[in-house]
């Protein structure tokens, strides 16, 4: 079965801290992995794409890897800021071009001053 | 401006009362997608619409649930006899551009009383 499973379920850190968000997919075959920020109220925006080929992908503070073998994902964010509380949420492609994505439940992070 | 908009924000209905949730995508994206999200899951495919071509209905829950979409543009999610389970978060998101991207709207929080 395809699936999506993301962890920590929630996490709490202090501002300018860094912390590191897991995501461990089965979907098979692979084409892209997503990761997007959703606010409280909000939809989703998107963060990353990556391919298969692709092992890391930046975006400001937020980086992205990849390990296609391992089919293992992690978002790292760099020196949180308060802004950065919010859902993030893992979402994985099958077959390139398919329009059916399977969508991690989410890490609910937390940023305290 | 040039997101995806849905209308209503916010809706609450009464136990086997009929609701419509709007979406209007971004100009030129040919692709739209509607998904439940509920408490603590992650979202759930309803239906899929590309350009003029047969709309993918498999993920919705019951014959209660129809959507359409008028002039490859504007659309309307449809539920009728509205059930206490139907209660959650409809986004809605168009596609376009590289990697069929999803952009999102903000959603429309339906509860059911």
């Known amino acids: 079965k395809n699936q999506v499973e993301q962890s920590p379920q929630s996490l709490i850190i202090l501002e300018g801290k860094n912390c590191t968000l897991q995501c461990n997919y089965t979907v098979s075959p692979f084409s892209n992995l997503r990761w997007y920020k959703q606010d409280t109220g909000r939809g989703p925006v998107s963060l990353t794409i990556m391919t298969f080929s692709e092992n890391t992908k930046s975006n400001g503070r937020y980086t992205a890897t990849l390990d296609a073998d391992t089919k293992q994902s992690s978002l790292h964010i760099t020196a949180s800021q308060l802004s950065d509380s919010a859902s993030y949420i893992c979402v994985v492609s099958g077959v390139s071009g398919t329009y059916k994505y399977i969508f991690g439940t989410g890490t609910r992070l937390k940023v305290l001053a | ?113």
Request: hydrophobic share 25%.
């Open chain 2, 1 to 113: 401006g040039a997101g995806v908009s849905q209308s209503p924000s916010n809706k609450v209905t009464e136990k086997g009362k009929d609701v419509e949730l709007r979406c209007d995508p971004i100009s030129g994206h040919t692709a739209l997608y509607w998904y439940r999200q509920s408490l603590g899951q992650g979202l759930e495919f309803l239906i899929y619409f590309q350009g003029n071509s047969a709309p993918d209905k498999s993920g919705l829950p019951s014959d209660r649930f129809s959507a359409e979409r008028t002039g490859g543009s504007v659309s309307t999610l449809t539920i009728q006899r509205t059930q206490q389970e139907d209660s959650a978060v409809y986004l809605c998101a168009s596609g376009g551009g590289n990697y069929n991207e999803q952009f999102f709207g903000p959603g429309t929080r339906l509860t059911v009383l």
